[in-house]
């Protein structure tokens, strides 16, 4: 027999002999049993909350061994001090969860320290089965007693005791169950010591051996869980870490992810509370909220592979440009200048006295001529170069700027605009031309192919669908795919309104002003009715007022920076 086995048998204390043998299990009690534990097994496998699996590995450990009470403790390690992951040797017990049926009382999480002074303590140090037909009597020589403070504080009697432990597939405490009281009728109360001595008797081999298969399989099932909490963790980290990368590209634009995310999740809230209406019978499972979640926050993640100087361009000319362009006229004004005062000095050694002085008043006219019409000039491109409407007579003034011409250092013949600087300037409403609003629509498209790279599991295999839809309208006009009603996806429909808003009543930035919260609703309300979103799920937005998020939202250090 193993040397756990031995000291676990060691360990039991019967208050009377066992008048008879235990009975053998039939075949039909075996398939039962077998039967309870795989249900259990697969309980234990779909519940990927920590907490809420915790708190079934201890109830099904009742349920199956028949105890009215239990108690679960964690063991905890130390982080290490190089990557900060528990690594290091048990140092603690966490008294994690308690159950009782017969007596109510409050709880809070505690930690002990991992000694063989307490059973618990001594469960997870040996990794030995604890049995006890009565803890009151309990061996002096044995390191650990009973600790009777519970009982003495609630009225209870704690009687029959198994402390087991749990342990992964490489024989590793990771917790410790302790199992009160097995009643003979598992609906009994256990109110006073009259019901304890009817109802309790010592638990059988049978459940102690079912226990112990349930508490190898908890033991797995919670390493799991945190394994998958820890992946969750990781990716959590490494999407916030994407969202932080593109702020950083375009601090302007600061916030506007987790604004949006938030606005897209509480919305999916609200419209999983509808009880009429289109959308009355959608309902989004956790995992589908953390879909959403991830999606909205990605949504952008394109914009990495968009030029920075188009992403964050504010005007129509790039600071480059707009300064070759003034530099370009301040050589005009200073090459007419000097040009003025060569001709000064000519006339005053060639002409008479009085023709010198009628000559240099007339250069001094013609100079201050050309110096107001170049300072005119600056102030119309300097107005034109801003994303705003350019009126149809704006147009005109640029071509008779773009046809006045101009001799270089060289001697060679240039216009005062170039064609490149005239197609700038001569976009009608915004900063960017044709092709830069195409480089920037263009993330949409870089984010679904960065995102399908993912190996998504299948509860979020939905992702890379919904972030390439969220600039899609109902009506097909939208870009890139000009998808229609029925091909988008309604978790895009809910973040396209929430990206709009967001887009509209966002905080100034160089290439627009802040719009009012009405006017930006307003402005919904006309996508609406030119079939561009969902008049639904902007029916919802409006009446659980998701727009109020915004304001309530503190600013992140990116977006009190900008």
Not at 332 to 359: F, G, M, P, Y
């Amino acid at each position: 027999m193993p040397r756990t086995a031995k000291r676990a048998s060691a360990r039991r204390v019967v208050k009377k002999p066992l008048a008879k043998p235990p009975a053998q299990l039939t075949t039909a009690q075996a398939s039962h049993e077998l039967e309870q534990l795989n249900r259990i097994g697969i309980a234990l496998s779909e519940t990927r909350e920590v907490d809420q699996l915790l708190s079934l590995i201890l109830r099904k450990s009742r349920e199956i061994t028949a105890a009215d009470a239990g108690s679960l403790y964690l063991v905890e390690r130390d982080a290490s001090a190089t990557n900060g992951q528990p690594t290091g040797p048990p140092v603690r017990l966490r008294f994690k969860l308690t159950q009782n049926d017969s007596v109510q009382f409050p709880f809070t999480e505690q930690t002990l320290p991992l000694t063989e002074t307490s059973m618990a303590g001594y469960c997870a140090m040996r990794g030995e089965v604890i049995e006890l037909a009565d803890a009151y009597r309990i061996p002096k020589s044995w390191p650990f007693q009973f600790n009777a403070s519970f009982d003495e504080q609630t009225g209870y009697r704690t009687r029959s005791l198994i402390t087991l432990p749990m342990k992964n597939g490489r024989g590793e405490v990771l917790g410790v169950l302790q199992l009160i009281n097995c009643k003979k009728n598992p609906q009994a109360k256990l109110s006073d010591a009259a019901a304890v001595k009817k109802y309790v008797h010592p638990f059988p081999e049978r459940a102690v051996r079912m226990a112990l298969s349930l508490g190898s399989q908890a033991a797995v099932a919670f390493e799991n869980s945190k394994l998958y909490r820890d992946i969750e963790n990781l990716f959590d980290g490494f999407v916030n870490a994407a969202v932080k990368a593109i702020e950083q590209r375009d601090p302007t634009t600061s916030g506007h992810s987790q604004r949006v995310c938030d606005m897209t999740v509480s919305l999916a809230e609200a419209v999983d509370r509808e009880t009429k209406g289109p959308y009355a019978d959608l309902r989004f499972s956790r995992q589908q909220m953390k879909e959403i979640r991830y999606a909205a926050l990605l949504h952008d993640f394109g914009k990495v592979g968009v030029r920075e100087e188009v992403l964050v361009k504010a005007k129509k000319l790039y600071p480059l440009q707009i300064g070759r362009l003034f530099d370009r006229f301040d050589y005009i004004r200073r090459d007419a200048e000097a040009r003025v005062a060569q001709q000064k000095v000519e006339a005053l050694l060639n002409l008479s006295k009085k023709d010198a002085q009628a000559r240099m008043r007339q250069l001094d006219e013609e100079a201050a001529k050309l110096v107001a019409e170049l300072q005119r000039y600056s102030d119309f491109i300097s107005k034109v170069n801003e994303p705003t409407i350019l009126p149809s007579s704006d147009f005109d003034l640029l071509t008779d700027i773009a046809q006045k011409m101009y001799r270089d250092p060289h001697g060679t013949e240039r216009p005062y605009l170039t064609s490149e600087e005239v197609r700038s300037l001569s976009i009608p409403r915004g900063s960017l031309d044709t092709d830069e609003r195409r480089q920037i629509e263009s993330h949409v498209v870089h984010s679904f192919n960065f995102l399908t790279q993912i190996p998504w599991t299948s509860d979020f295999r939905g992702i890379p669908e919904i972030a390439r839809a969220h600039h899609e309208k109902l009506n097909g006009t939208g870009y890139p795919y000009g998808l229609t009603a029925s091909e988008i996806p309604v978790q895009a429909k809910m973040m396209t309104i929430c990206d709009i808003y967001d887009a509209l009543s966002a905080s100034d930035r160089p290439y627009k002003r802040a719009v009012p919260t009405d006017r930006a609703l307003d402005i919904l309300k006309l996508c609406v009715r030119d079939h561009e979103v969902d008049p639904e799920l902007f029916r919802v937005f409006v009446e659980a007022q998701i727009y109020r998020l915004i304001a309530q939202r503190p600013l992140s250090h990116l977006e009190a920076a900008t």
